[in-house]
Each structure stands twice: as C-alpha cells, then as structure tokens.
C-alpha cells in the first residue's frame, strides 16, 4: 500500500475537533474495502469491521485512531474583520500569517493577520500578538462576510501535504490523519492473514477537547482489548531524546499507567517476531490520547498506546517519517493476528506477578 497518496488526501480535507464530516468521508472511502461492514455511530466515530474467523460469539480488538484535527472558531465578526479562538491545542505563536478556510455558508480562503510593525506601539513587536488583536481577512466587503460567516463556524488551516528527502512528509493534520492511514494499512495487511478476533478500526471524534467519541465508542463495542493509535513527541531542535522519540526507528510502544504490561509485552514480541524495529516510550502519567477515556469506560478495557513519532505537534507542518506509519501498521497487524483464545489468560490474568514478567 503506497501511503503517500492516503496522507495527502487525508490532510488535504478538514476536520476540526466537533466538524468531522467531511474528513470522515474520505476515511470512508480508504476503509470500506478494507472491511467487512462499515459505519457511522451516533456521535459520529467512523467504525470499520474486520471480522476474525474465530468460535463465535468473537472476542474483539478495537484499535482508535483519532480523526479531528485542531483549528479555530469564530468568536465576532466586526467590520468585515474575524476575530477567532483556539480548538484545540491551537499555538497562538504559529497562527500571524497562516493560510486558513473559513466554514461559512460557503467554504472562504483567508488569512490571518495583524497590525503592521511600523504602527505599533514602543515594545508592543516584543510580545505575541494577543488573540484580540488578531483577524482573519476574507478579502470580501463587510456586507457580504457578514452574510455569509456566523459566530461559531469553524476555521481550518490550509497547508498542502509537502514530501521532503529522506521519506518524510510534512503539513497539517498529520496528528491525527497519520494514524489514520496506519490503520489503513492495518487493515490492508489483514486481507492476507487469518485471524481469530474481530479487528475495529474507529476514527474517533473529539479526541483534541472532549475525546468523547473514544469514550462512547468503547462503550458501545465493549472491546476486550483497546489499542490507541496516535502521534507522539519526535526529536527535533531543541527537543532531546529524553523528551521525545526518534524518527525512522519504528514506532513507540507506551509503557507506565496507561497501558495494560500484559499487552505492552504481546506488543513487543509482536514487533520482535517479525523483527520490526520499535521504541519503547515512558508513560509515567495518564497521556492524551483516546488511551485515557477507553481504559475506563464500563468495567474497565485492557488498554495500549501505541505512537508514530512526530516533529512540530499541533503546527501546520507538522512531520512523520512514512516508514514509521507503515512500520506501526505492521506491528498492529502481527499483534491482530496473534490474538488467539489464550491471550487473555497468558497476557491479561492478574493472578500472577504481570507486570515482572512484562519487563522480561
């Protein structure tokens, strides 16, 4: 499966966290072949079913994969003028200068701009500029923004997919639309392979402010194991090894709290039985991913994390090494088909020092 195309057309649509819809969509499209049914829960999560061949009634491997994006909102429209604030995550640092889409009554390009420095005020070029001052320009007369555009629509970046040297690709959305298209791959590796649990994939809504779709989903499907497939701190300038993962050496396998040591050790010998390079990331505390709302939902979910590394998070360029999103496709297909009837009991049981024998 070549991935490139797949990201471009993931991050070329948008989805701001709560606008999924057009961006599920397109999901749609790249997963439907890949499975046995597919569709649309009330909250909107994107739901693909890949049935195991195992006795039913079939234990169930749900892999969550968040598909919102952040963005912005409009808070006022003044003057022709669009004053906005953050969903999500949104850098405050990065936004003076940024293409963007403005989600009206109809789709407008715009930017986003400010005072020019020669008008400034003495030391005000010093600091960021505030979200007060900063307006996103349509180009259009007031009249007509105003028709067209209400307090409440979403505005989303507009960044192209750029492939650089040594296999990286860089643009917005790459978190979470890389994992995304992992789990494509995921699903394409099954169509070759036995497997005895039903496998769902779930593009998940809202992970970037509520991660109430993950929460939902889980609820509904009662998976007997949730694997959370996402992005997480890559090396880069000024970020070191210690804070981050590398890039182009597999992906990264959480361990601490929020992941379940029975399945942090099925998914590292996972990786070694197909000799796939991995990392193993520290988890000390409960991280942001969709992890933290599945592992607790009803009685509990054996939960993992599960992370392709990531340069520039929450940027509109951001960056991933496309042998990282296969490799992390890889890994979650061999883990698939390895589950079998004794998993739960030789991973899962508590009856005995687990979390010793993870660390083996």
């Known amino acids: 499966m070549d991935l490139i195309p ?9 989805g701001v966290s709560g606008f999924e819809h057009t961006v599920r969509e397109e999901i749609r499209a790249i997963w439907s072949p890949l499975a ?17 061949n195992g006795t039913e009634p079939r ?24 004053t906005v604030t953050a969903v999500g995550g949104t850098d405050l640092r990065l936004l003076l200068g940024q293409q963007v889409l403005v989600h009206g009554r109809r789709d407008l390009p715009g930017i986003i701009g400010s005072r020019p420095p020669h008008l400034l005020k003495p030391g005000e070029n010093e600091e960021l500029v505030p979200w007060d001052k900063l307006v996103v320009d349509v180009g259009l ?26 296999g990286r690709v860089a643009g917005k959305a790459l978190d979470n639309r890389a994992a995304v298209a992992c789990l494509a791959f995921c699903l394409q590796a099954l169509q070759s392979r036995a497997h005895c649990w039903d496998v769902v994939a779930v593009a998940t809504v809202q992970e970037e402010e509520t991660m109430g779709g993950a929460r939902t989903g889980a609820f509904r499907l009662q998976p007997d194991v949730s694997i959370a497939v996402d992005v997480t701190q890559a090396e880069g300038p000024g970020v070191s090894r210690e804070e981050a993962m590398a890039l182009d050496k597999g992906p990264a396998i959480g361990y601490g709290p929020n992941n379940h040591p029975g399945l942090h050790r099925a998914l590292v010998e996972s990786a070694k039985a197909i000799e796939l390079r991995y990392q193993v990331e520290p988890m000390p505390r409960g991280g942001g991913t969709d992890a933290w709302a599945m592992e607790v939902v009803r009685a509990g979910v054996p939960t993992a994390v599960v992370c392709i590394p990531l340069r520039n998070m929450h940027m509109p360029v951001e960056l991933v090494a496309v042998s990282d999103v296969e490799r992390t496709g890889r890994l979650l297909a061999e883990f698939a088909g390895r589950l079998d009837d004794k998993f739960i ?16």
């Not at 797949?6 to 948008?14: A, G, H, M, R, S």
């Not at 046995?36 to 195991?52: F, H, P, Q, S």
């Not at 923004?145 to 492939?163: I, K, M, P, T, Y």
């Open 6 to 14: 797949i990201l471009k057309t993931l991050t070329q649509v948008t």
């Open 36 to 52: 046995d049914e597919c569709w649309t829960d009330t909250l909107g999560n994107l739901i693909a079913v890949k049935r195991g």
């Open 59 to 82: 234990r169930k491997l749900m892999l969550a994969s968040h598909m919102d994006e952040i963005g912005l909102m409009v808070t006022q429209v003044r003057q022709g003028f669009l």
């Open 141 to 166: 007369p007031a009249k007509e923004v105003a028709d067209l555009v209400r307090v409440g629509d979403h505005v989303s970046f507009r960044q192209e997919l750029r492939e650089l040297l040594g």
């Open 345 to 360: 009991e030789k991973y899962l049981a508590w009856d005995r020092d687990t979390e010793e024998e993870c660390r083996e």
